[in-house]
């Protein structure tokens, strides 16, 4: 089956419009950088890095942009509270909107436009809409016409009267239709040098909206192969840049506009307006980027993702803890690759051939079958994901009858098996962008020092432990030995430390 994607403008999956070997454009609605990111900030790019990444894999030549928007409203409020200019607060909050993708191996965006970079063009696209008749300059601002826009509300499938009903829309006795929206918002008193721009209408600011077509048009062309963004930004923010797009140059806007689901909880949505949030750097202090990623891919990108019960505070939600427990299959995994192959799990050498091809198993050809079905079915990593744990639980079986983990047991085919289905394990994990290791410390790594204790331990009840099994049945000291090395493996549970003990050694891990 070839890749089929689901289109909200058409509302239905159909064959990717592009072949492989064909450049492919895709724009995606960055962050307002007012606040540090949310957990919320995260879907959508780790939603459509994925959708890079699974189509680079096929042969596309992908080029992703995400805006960054660094003059707003909110910008302005908040830098006044904070007693800072607005570009230093940009900066800032951009800084941790970076540093939370590189957390989530969020690696596949091309290029961040900052939105203060293309007043100019934005300003040139607005004459534009004035030219033809779509646009009217009115005190200082200048307002798109939706009546002038024949199919205005196409993507949401709704007339402008609806959209005006349900939806939060600025009032202005400037406006011809109460449903248009502002392509240019004229200086107000008090407003910082900063924020304000030249233009034929006086000073000012663009309109959130213009800000991401001027960009997309100028970086990525005309028509976009793919618009992305978050289900909430489709109204009015994805209806208007379409509406004002297409009438500023003609042509399509876009050939397939996809739309992640949010983020939801117990306690309603996650939004910093109303600072119901989990911050990603807060999350990171619990969990791995990779846990957070992998909570993200267990569903598919156009239903809502369940957090679970949280409170504002209260360590990390119910739903990332069941992804984490999840996850802790695979990180196991690699670990275990590691001790059965003498290799790190990361360090795998390639298969001698394509993945793929018949060069594999016939069962490992199967789940290379079945992982692309999935993702060729509108990018379904949920599914993907589950074809990775079915691989992963047959070659925990495959380990456990062959005694794979004793050097001295197990027979050459059994692990040359092994390594192929472990190899393949990485990388259909990497197409989706999932490294299944877990951080340094919880592995023993990260600190010298707790390392070093950690060591002493672990070496004070393997004595213990040799001393009891040497003891004489019948001597009182040997039950009392290994009473001892109980209780610490036990104390150790009860801070969060897992002993595990294996042919070659024990080892221990946090979690």
């Known amino acids: 089956m070839p890749l089929q994607v689901y289109s909200t403008l058409t509302r239905k999956k159909e064959p990717f419009h592009k072949r492989p070997g064909q450049p492919v454009s895709m724009y995606v609605c960055g962050p307002t950088v007012y606040k540090p990111s949310h957990v919320g900030h995260m879907v959508g790019p780790v939603v459509f890095d994925t959708v890079k990444r699974y189509l680079t894999h096929l042969g596309y030549e992908v080029t992703w942009v995400v805006n960054i928007t660094d003059v707003d409203d909110k910008l302005i409020a908040r830098a006044r509270e904070q007693g ?16 939370c993708l590189k957390a989530l191996n969020v690696t596949g965006i091309d290029q961040f436009p900052k939105a203060t970079d293309h007043v100019g063009g934005m300003v040139a696209m607005i004459g534009g809409l004035i030219d033809k008749g779509y646009a009217y300059p009115a005190g200082g601002d200048v307002y798109f016409d939706v009546a002038k826009d024949a199919d205005y509300g196409k993507l949401c499938n709704r007339d402008p009267e609806q959209l005006e009903a349900g939806s939060r829309i600025e009032v202005s006795d400037r406006k011809r239709n109460p449903g248009d929206f502002a392509l240019w918002k004229g200086a107000k008193p008090g407003e910082p040098a900063e924020v304000q721009f030249d233009s ?68 309603g949505k996650m939004a910093g307006s109303i600072g119901n949030v989990l911050n990603v750097a ?39 803890e069941s992804a984490r427990a999840a996850f802790d299959t695979f990180t196991r995994f690699a670990e275990r690759v590691g001790r059965v192959t003498g290799t790190a799990f990361a360090d795998l050498p390639a298969l001698s051939g394509p993945t793929g091809t018949a060069t594999l198993a016939v069962g490992n050809a199967d789940v290379v079958r079945r ?39 197990a027979a050459a085919p059994a692990r040359a ?68 090395t109980d209780l610490i493996r036990a104390r ?20």
Request: a negative charge.
């Open 282 to 320: 807060d999350a990171l202090k619990h969990v791995g980027g990779d846990v957070l990623r992998f909570f993200i891919l267990q569903t598919h990108y156009r239903s809502p993702i369940d957090l679970g019960d949280w409170e504002p505070g209260a360590g990390i939600p119910t739903g990332i």
């Open 371 to 409: 992982f692309g079905e999935h993702m060729d079915d509108d990018f379904n990593t949920g599914g993907a994901v589950g074809v990775l744990f079915d691989l992963v639980k047959r070659l925990n079986r495959l380990a456990d009858e062959k005694k794979l983990d004793d050097p001295s047991a």
């Open 200 to 267: 034929p209408w006086g000073k000012g600011r663009p309109g959130w909206h213009i800000e991401c077509s001027a960009m997309a048009t100028k970086l990525l062309g005309d028509t976009l192969d793919i618009h992305g963004g978050g289900l909430d930004l489709q109204f009015p923010h994805h209806e208007n840049e379409l509406a004002q797009s297409e009438s500023a140059t003609g042509k399509e806007f876009a050939r397939v506009w996809m739309h992640n689901g949010l983020l939801k909880m117990k306690s």
């Open 417 to 484: 098996e092994f390594r192929e289905g472990a190899v393949l394990v990485r990388d259909l994990a990497g197409i989706v962008g999932l490294t299944l290791t877990a951080p340094a410390a919880a592995l023993g790594g990260g600190d010298e020092l707790v390392s070093g204790l950690m060591g002493l331990l672990i070496d004070l009840r393997a004595n213990l432990r040799a001393e009891a099994k040497g003891a004489a049945k019948d001597n009182p000291l040997k039950k009392a030995l290994f009473d001892q």
């Open 84 to 99: 800072t200019t607005v570009p230093a607060l940009a900066a800032k909050m951009t800084d941790d909107y970076l540093g």
């Open 492 to 511: 150790l549970g009860a801070l969060g430390v897992t002993l595990e003990d294996r042919p070659t050694g024990t080892t221990w891990r946090v979690g």
